[in-house]
């Protein structure tokens, strides 16, 4: 099955989260990619750059949890967003999270996550 351009990459995206695969992202993510966290997370706040990819995950391991496990059940995609539909895996049972990204030049130049 031929995938938008835009799936590829969400796709390719989450499983690098998933595979800590460090490469990988920095490939796929903008140089000044940002992460936006709800403010009911423990972990709140937005993340800028590859810097912030990095302290955003140190954060999830001090509270013992993975940088990212979600289960992707839907992706919507345009020119230059991707809308995901995932069960996220990291709190005990399953929650749904959808996560709006922007993409910009093939690349994702920022994420937000909502909960």
């Known amino acids: 099955m031929n995938l938008p ?8 995206l989450f499983g690098a989260f998933a595979g800590h695969d460090l490469a990988t992202l920095q490939i796929l993510l903008s140089p000044a ?3 936006h966290v ?11 750059g ?9 954060e999830m391991a001090h509270q ?19 809308a995901v539909l995932a069960n996220d895996h990291t709190e005990p ?3 749904r999270v959808v996560y709006v990204l922007r993409l910009e ?5 920022e994420c937000w ?3």
């Open 50 to 58: 590859w810097e912030g990819v990095l302290r955003f995950w140190r």
């Open 38 to 48: 709800p403010d009911h997370l423990p972990c709140a706040g937005s993340y800028r």
């Open 113 to 115: 996550m909502h909960t």
């Open 5 to 12: 351009p835009q799936e590829t990459l969400v796709r390719e």
């Open 33 to 35: 990619f940002v992460l």
């Open 93 to 95: 049972g399953k929650s």
């Open 105 to 109: 030049e093939g690349r994702v130049a």
């Open 64 to 82: 013992g949890k993975s940088a990212l496990e979600a289960e992707i059940q839907r992706v919507l995609t345009g020119p230059d967003y991707a």
